[in-house]
Protein backbone atom coordinates (compact mmCIF):
# COMPACT_ATOMS: atom_id res chain seq x y z
CA UNK A 1 0.00 0.00 0.00
CA UNK A 2 1.80 3.33 -0.84
CA UNK A 3 1.99 6.07 1.42
CA UNK A 4 -0.29 9.00 1.44
CA UNK A 5 -0.99 12.34 2.33
CA UNK A 6 -3.88 13.07 4.47
CA UNK A 7 -5.59 16.42 4.75
CA UNK A 8 -4.01 16.54 8.52
CA UNK A 9 -0.75 16.40 6.82
CA UNK A 10 0.08 12.95 8.29
CA UNK A 11 2.49 10.39 5.91
CA UNK A 12 0.41 6.91 6.49
CA UNK A 13 2.08 3.19 5.19
CA UNK A 14 0.75 -0.28 5.97
CA UNK A 15 3.02 -3.09 5.91
CA UNK A 16 1.49 -6.19 2.96
CA UNK A 17 0.26 -7.85 6.15
CA UNK A 18 -2.02 -5.25 7.13
CA UNK A 19 -0.94 -5.39 10.77
CA UNK A 20 1.71 -2.75 10.96
CA UNK A 21 0.98 0.94 10.64
CA UNK A 22 3.55 3.79 10.70
CA UNK A 23 2.90 7.48 10.39
CA UNK A 24 5.10 10.49 9.97
CA UNK A 25 4.20 14.26 10.33
CA UNK A 26 6.92 15.13 6.95
CA UNK A 27 9.20 13.42 4.81
CA UNK A 28 11.35 16.67 4.83
CA UNK A 29 13.61 17.02 7.84
CA UNK A 30 15.75 19.89 7.71
CA UNK A 31 19.57 20.25 8.34
CA UNK A 32 20.33 23.88 9.58
CA UNK A 33 24.26 23.18 9.55
CA UNK A 34 24.47 22.90 13.64
CA UNK A 35 21.73 20.95 14.29
CA UNK A 36 19.41 18.01 12.45
CA UNK A 37 15.37 17.94 12.72
CA UNK A 38 14.16 14.99 14.88
CA UNK A 39 11.97 11.97 12.96
CA UNK A 40 9.22 11.60 15.16
CA UNK A 41 6.21 9.92 14.83
CA UNK A 42 3.80 6.77 15.90
CA UNK A 43 3.99 3.04 14.87
CA UNK A 44 0.58 1.32 15.78
CA UNK A 45 0.37 -2.50 15.62
CA UNK A 46 -2.41 -5.56 15.73
CA UNK A 47 -1.53 -6.65 19.12
CA UNK A 48 -2.72 -10.27 18.19
CA UNK A 49 0.51 -9.74 15.21
CA UNK A 50 3.06 -9.32 18.38
CA UNK A 51 3.05 -13.07 20.01
CA UNK A 52 4.98 -11.38 23.15
CA UNK A 53 7.80 -9.83 20.34
CA UNK A 54 9.03 -6.34 20.46
CA UNK A 55 8.48 -3.51 17.97
CA UNK A 56 11.55 -1.81 16.57
CA UNK A 57 11.95 1.35 14.30
CA UNK A 58 15.19 2.03 12.41
CA UNK A 59 16.51 4.87 11.05
CA UNK A 60 18.86 4.35 7.85
CA UNK A 61 21.18 6.30 6.14
CA UNK A 62 22.46 4.57 2.81
CA UNK A 63 24.73 5.10 -0.34
CA UNK A 64 23.20 2.87 -3.02
CA UNK A 65 24.37 2.30 -6.56
CA UNK A 66 22.74 -0.32 -8.09
CA UNK A 67 18.69 -1.52 -7.82
CA UNK A 68 17.47 -3.67 -4.73
CA UNK A 69 16.31 -6.50 -7.22
CA UNK A 70 19.75 -7.31 -7.72
CA UNK A 71 20.22 -8.52 -3.79
CA UNK A 72 18.11 -11.58 -4.80
CA UNK A 73 21.20 -13.17 -6.76
CA UNK A 74 23.69 -12.11 -4.19
CA UNK A 75 24.42 -8.89 -4.94
CA UNK A 76 24.44 -5.97 -2.96
CA UNK A 77 24.68 -2.44 -4.43
CA UNK A 78 24.29 -0.20 -1.32
CA UNK A 79 26.10 0.61 1.99
CA UNK A 80 24.49 1.59 5.55
CA UNK A 81 26.25 5.07 6.38
CA UNK A 82 24.17 5.27 9.93
CA UNK A 83 21.86 3.52 11.72
CA UNK A 84 19.72 4.15 14.41
CA UNK A 85 17.29 1.44 16.52
CA UNK A 86 14.87 2.66 18.87
CA UNK A 87 12.49 -0.37 20.60
CA UNK A 88 9.23 1.37 21.25
CA UNK A 89 7.48 -2.06 22.36
CA UNK A 90 9.38 -3.81 25.70
CA UNK A 91 11.25 -0.70 25.62
CA UNK A 92 14.28 -0.26 27.71
CA UNK A 93 13.51 1.89 30.83
CA UNK A 94 16.71 3.24 30.76
CA UNK A 95 16.58 5.14 27.52
CA UNK A 96 15.37 9.03 28.35
CA UNK A 97 12.24 9.29 26.94
CA UNK A 98 11.78 12.54 25.23
CA UNK A 99 8.21 15.28 25.19
CA UNK A 100 5.72 13.75 22.61
CA UNK A 101 5.17 16.33 19.90
CA UNK A 102 1.31 17.62 19.12
CA UNK A 103 1.36 15.39 16.55
CA UNK A 104 2.12 12.33 18.30
CA UNK A 105 -0.26 13.52 21.06
CA UNK A 106 -3.14 13.21 18.41
CA UNK A 107 -1.98 10.68 16.84
CA UNK A 108 -1.92 8.56 20.33
CA UNK A 109 -5.52 9.70 21.16
CA UNK A 110 -7.23 8.60 18.12
CA UNK A 111 -5.20 5.45 17.26
CA UNK A 112 -5.68 3.99 20.70
CA UNK A 113 -3.69 1.92 23.17
CA UNK A 114 -1.77 0.09 20.59
CA UNK A 115 -0.03 3.05 18.91
CA UNK A 116 3.54 3.89 20.56
CA UNK A 117 5.59 6.86 19.54
CA UNK A 118 9.13 6.84 18.67
CA UNK A 119 12.09 9.78 17.92
CA UNK A 120 14.82 9.04 16.12
CA UNK A 121 17.80 11.86 15.82
CA UNK A 122 20.50 12.24 12.75
CA UNK A 123 24.26 13.42 13.74
CA UNK A 124 25.02 16.68 12.27
CA UNK A 125 27.59 14.96 9.67
CA UNK A 126 25.13 13.30 7.23
CA UNK A 127 25.31 13.53 3.95
CA UNK A 128 21.73 15.19 2.82
CA UNK A 129 19.07 13.10 0.57
CA UNK A 130 20.70 12.90 -3.24
CA UNK A 131 19.48 11.14 -6.36
CA UNK A 132 22.00 10.94 -9.31
CA UNK A 133 20.32 10.17 -12.77
CA UNK A 134 21.98 7.23 -14.76
CA UNK A 135 24.11 8.73 -17.46
CA UNK A 136 25.59 7.41 -20.11
CA UNK A 137 28.84 7.24 -18.93
CA UNK A 138 27.40 5.39 -15.39
CA UNK A 139 25.19 2.70 -18.12
CA UNK A 140 27.70 1.35 -20.01
CA UNK A 141 29.28 0.65 -16.83
CA UNK A 142 29.18 -2.74 -14.78
CA UNK A 143 26.92 -0.69 -12.21
CA UNK A 144 23.57 -0.80 -15.45
CA UNK A 145 21.12 1.15 -13.54
CA UNK A 146 17.41 0.88 -14.52
CA UNK A 147 15.84 3.07 -12.08
CA UNK A 148 16.69 6.43 -11.10
CA UNK A 149 16.46 5.99 -8.10
CA UNK A 150 19.11 3.29 -7.69
CA UNK A 151 22.17 5.89 -7.38
CA UNK A 152 22.42 8.22 -4.47
CA UNK A 153 21.76 9.12 -0.69
CA UNK A 154 19.10 7.48 0.48
CA UNK A 155 16.85 7.98 3.73
CA UNK A 156 14.33 5.58 5.55
CA UNK A 157 12.17 5.07 8.54
CA UNK A 158 11.30 1.30 8.81
CA UNK A 159 9.59 -0.57 11.77
CA UNK A 160 8.98 -4.12 11.68
CA UNK A 161 8.29 -6.75 14.51
CA UNK A 162 10.76 -9.47 15.91
CA UNK A 163 11.99 -11.08 19.32
CA UNK A 164 15.29 -9.49 18.44
CA UNK A 165 17.42 -7.63 16.41
CA UNK A 166 19.53 -10.38 14.34
CA UNK A 167 16.33 -12.25 12.99
CA UNK A 168 15.74 -12.07 9.65
CA UNK A 169 12.87 -9.55 8.18
CA UNK A 170 10.80 -10.24 5.75
CA UNK A 171 9.17 -7.18 3.41
CA UNK A 172 5.84 -8.52 4.44
CA UNK A 173 6.41 -8.16 7.98
CA UNK A 174 8.07 -4.67 7.81
CA UNK A 175 6.71 -0.92 6.70
CA UNK A 176 8.79 1.36 6.03
CA UNK A 177 9.04 5.11 4.40
CA UNK A 178 11.56 6.95 2.16
CA UNK A 179 12.49 10.52 4.08
CA UNK A 180 14.47 12.89 2.82
CA UNK A 181 17.35 14.94 5.13
CA UNK A 182 17.24 18.42 2.99
CA UNK A 183 19.69 21.41 3.75
CA UNK A 184 18.86 24.89 4.72
CA UNK A 185 21.59 27.55 4.14
CA UNK A 186 23.65 29.45 7.02
CA UNK A 187 21.71 32.06 7.76
CA UNK A 188 24.69 34.99 7.10
CA UNK A 189 25.96 34.03 4.17
CA UNK A 190 29.88 34.64 3.32
CA UNK A 191 30.78 37.31 0.12
CA UNK A 192 30.39 36.05 -2.65
CA UNK A 193 32.83 34.48 -4.87
CA UNK A 194 34.93 36.41 -7.48
CA UNK A 195 37.55 36.18 -10.45
CA UNK A 196 39.94 37.94 -12.62
CA UNK A 197 41.91 37.04 -15.83
CA UNK A 198 44.16 38.94 -17.84
CA UNK A 199 44.82 38.16 -21.33
CA UNK A 200 47.23 38.82 -24.03
CA UNK A 201 46.45 38.69 -27.78
CA UNK A 202 49.69 37.94 -29.50
CA UNK A 203 49.91 41.31 -32.05
CA UNK A 204 48.53 43.74 -29.01
CA UNK A 205 50.27 45.62 -26.99
CA UNK A 206 48.04 45.96 -23.76
CA UNK A 207 45.89 42.81 -22.41
CA UNK A 208 42.06 41.89 -22.04
CA UNK A 209 40.98 42.16 -18.48
CA UNK A 210 37.58 40.41 -17.24
CA UNK A 211 36.77 40.19 -13.58
CA UNK A 212 33.33 38.50 -12.49
CA UNK A 213 31.71 38.02 -9.36
CA UNK A 214 28.23 37.48 -7.44
CA UNK A 215 27.15 39.42 -4.12
CA UNK A 216 26.70 36.52 -2.22
CA UNK A 217 27.82 33.16 -1.22
CA UNK A 218 24.46 31.61 -1.17
CA UNK A 219 21.56 31.39 -3.91
CA UNK A 220 18.14 29.72 -3.36
CA UNK A 221 16.60 26.97 -6.04
CA UNK A 222 15.09 28.94 -8.97
CA UNK A 223 16.02 32.42 -7.96
CA UNK A 224 17.59 34.73 -10.57
CA UNK A 225 21.46 34.94 -9.57
CA UNK A 226 23.39 38.51 -10.39
CA UNK A 227 26.70 37.80 -12.17
CA UNK A 228 28.26 41.21 -12.27
CA UNK A 229 31.12 41.40 -15.00
CA UNK A 230 33.74 43.80 -15.98
CA UNK A 231 35.70 44.09 -19.11
CA UNK A 232 38.38 47.07 -19.43
CA UNK A 233 39.10 46.09 -22.89
CA UNK A 234 42.98 47.56 -24.16
CA UNK A 235 43.21 45.47 -27.25
CA UNK A 236 41.95 46.20 -31.05
CA UNK A 237 39.50 43.70 -30.97
CA UNK A 238 36.01 43.99 -30.63
CA UNK A 239 33.99 41.84 -28.19
CA UNK A 240 30.66 40.85 -29.80
CA UNK A 241 28.87 38.64 -27.01
CA UNK A 242 29.37 37.29 -23.18
CA UNK A 243 28.46 33.53 -22.63
CA UNK A 244 27.49 32.38 -19.19
CA UNK A 245 27.38 29.18 -18.29
CA UNK A 246 26.78 27.36 -14.86
CA UNK A 247 28.16 23.93 -14.01
CA UNK A 248 26.94 21.20 -11.91
CA UNK A 249 30.00 18.77 -10.48
CA UNK A 250 29.14 15.81 -8.65
CA UNK A 251 31.85 14.18 -6.75
CA UNK A 252 31.57 10.35 -6.08
CA UNK A 253 33.90 9.89 -3.02
CA UNK A 254 32.40 6.52 -1.79
CA UNK A 255 33.67 3.35 -3.68
CA UNK A 256 35.55 5.45 -6.39
CA UNK A 257 36.71 8.80 -7.43
CA UNK A 258 33.87 9.40 -9.63
CA UNK A 259 33.39 13.14 -11.16
CA UNK A 260 30.72 13.94 -13.59
CA UNK A 261 30.07 17.80 -14.65
CA UNK A 262 26.94 18.63 -16.26
CA UNK A 263 25.48 22.59 -17.67
CA UNK A 264 22.87 23.23 -16.18
CA UNK A 265 22.61 27.14 -17.72
CA UNK A 266 24.24 28.52 -20.71
CA UNK A 267 23.57 31.51 -22.67
CA UNK A 268 24.79 33.60 -24.85
CA UNK A 269 24.06 37.83 -24.39
CA UNK A 270 24.55 40.38 -27.33
CA UNK A 271 27.07 42.47 -25.86
CA UNK A 272 29.07 44.78 -28.36
CA UNK A 273 32.62 45.78 -26.25
CA UNK A 274 34.54 48.15 -29.03
CA UNK A 275 38.25 48.15 -28.75
CA UNK A 276 40.04 50.56 -25.87
CA UNK A 277 36.95 50.62 -24.00
CA UNK A 278 35.52 49.40 -21.16
CA UNK A 279 32.30 47.48 -19.80
CA UNK A 280 30.54 46.66 -16.57
CA UNK A 281 27.03 45.03 -16.59
CA UNK A 282 25.11 42.50 -14.21
CA UNK A 283 23.44 39.57 -15.87
CA UNK A 284 20.67 37.73 -14.53
CA UNK A 285 20.94 33.91 -14.37
CA UNK A 286 18.62 30.89 -13.21
CA UNK A 287 19.34 27.30 -13.02
CA UNK A 288 16.03 25.45 -12.95
CA UNK A 289 15.56 21.38 -13.30
CA UNK A 290 12.75 22.02 -15.68
CA UNK A 291 15.58 23.05 -17.85
CA UNK A 292 17.67 20.22 -17.43
CA UNK A 293 14.66 17.58 -17.10
CA UNK A 294 15.90 15.40 -20.07
CA UNK A 295 19.61 16.01 -19.24
CA UNK A 296 20.82 12.47 -17.53
CA UNK A 297 23.84 12.69 -14.85
CA UNK A 298 22.08 15.40 -12.91
CA UNK A 299 22.14 15.09 -8.95
CA UNK A 300 18.91 16.19 -7.29
CA UNK A 301 17.74 16.70 -4.24
CA UNK A 302 16.26 13.28 -3.05
CA UNK A 303 13.33 12.29 -4.91
CA UNK A 304 10.31 10.47 -2.91
CA UNK A 305 8.16 9.04 -5.00
CA UNK A 306 5.18 11.15 -7.20
CA UNK A 307 6.78 14.45 -5.36
CA UNK A 308 8.62 17.29 -7.13
CA UNK A 309 12.50 18.11 -6.59
CA UNK A 310 15.34 20.82 -7.65
CA UNK A 311 18.97 20.74 -8.84
CA UNK A 312 21.21 19.45 -5.71
CA UNK A 313 22.50 21.83 -3.13
CA UNK A 314 26.17 22.38 -2.83
CA UNK A 315 27.71 20.51 0.18
CA UNK A 316 28.31 22.23 3.03
CA UNK A 317 31.97 20.35 4.09
CA UNK A 318 32.33 21.04 8.24
CA UNK A 319 35.47 21.09 9.69
CA UNK A 320 37.05 17.65 10.44
CA UNK A 321 34.12 16.15 8.73
CA UNK A 322 34.72 12.65 6.80
CA UNK A 323 34.26 12.96 2.84
CA UNK A 324 33.60 9.50 2.41
CA UNK A 325 31.03 9.32 5.09
CA UNK A 326 28.99 11.73 2.39
CA UNK A 327 28.91 9.57 -0.17
CA UNK A 328 28.23 12.65 -2.85
CA UNK A 329 29.84 15.55 -2.66
CA UNK A 330 27.95 18.93 -5.32
CA UNK A 331 29.30 21.82 -5.94
CA UNK A 332 28.59 24.94 -8.66
CA UNK A 333 30.53 26.77 -10.95
CA UNK A 334 30.38 30.39 -13.00
CA UNK A 335 31.92 30.63 -15.67
CA UNK A 336 32.41 33.48 -18.05
CA UNK A 337 33.51 33.40 -21.44
CA UNK A 338 34.01 36.36 -23.94
CA UNK A 339 33.42 35.81 -27.91
CA UNK A 340 35.62 37.71 -30.23
CA UNK A 341 34.21 39.03 -33.45
CA UNK A 342 36.39 37.45 -36.27
CA UNK A 343 39.24 39.63 -38.21
CA UNK A 344 39.08 41.99 -35.31
Same mark, same amino acid.
Given at each position: ????????????? #??????????????????????????????????????????????????????????????????? /????????????? #?????? /??????????????????????????????????????????????????????????????????????????????????????????????????????? /??????????????????????????????????????????? +?????? +?????????????????? #??????????????????????????????????????? #????????????????????????????????????
Amino acid at each position: MPGWYSKVGVFKK #TCSNGKLFIYLGKQDFVDHVGTVEPVDGVVLVDPDYLEGRKIFVMLTCAFLYGHDDLDVIGLTFHKD /LYIQVQQVISADP #TNPQRP /LTVLQERLLHKLGDNAYPFTLKMVVNLPCSVTLQPGPKIQESSLCLCSLHAYGVDFEVKSFCAENLEDKISKRDSVWLVIQKVQFAPLEPGPGPWAHIIHHFL /LSAQPLQLQAWVEREVHYHSKPISVHVSINNCTSKVIKKVKIS +VNQTTD +VVLYLLDKYTKTVFIQKF #TETIAANSSFTKSFAVTTLLVANCQKLGLALEGKLKHGD #TNLASSTILRSGMDKELLGILVSYKIRVNLLVASGG
